[in-house]
């Protein structure tokens, strides 16, 4: 008997790996980055790397599995947009995180206070 998917924050443990998996190529961050500039034909999208547009279209195609990415159709021209939705997940499922992040930080600052660097 096969066990269900968990659930973070509204997304199944699925969907979260193929989140991250979408964000774990440094290719995928930058398609994204021009993306929230707005939306892009995918030939413009390519134009500033160094590979095949095959090679940008998979990138694309992981983009959209993971709901990052919608792209409309019209006719030989598809034009990608950047959907937001799930980085809100990735903030959701990163939250518990976020205390180890603060007393950590908080805890350097403390020191640096007490021993300053030295300066040559």
Known sequence: MRKSPKTHGGRTEDSLTLLFHALGDATRRRLLSQLALGPEKVTDLARPFRMSLPAVSKHLRILERAGLVSRVVDGRVHRLTLTGEPLKQ???????????????????????RKYPPKKD
């Open 90 to 112: 990735v903030e959701v499922w990163l939250d518990p995180f976020r205390s180890y992040w603060k007393q950590t930080l908080g805890a350097l600052r403390d020191d640096l």
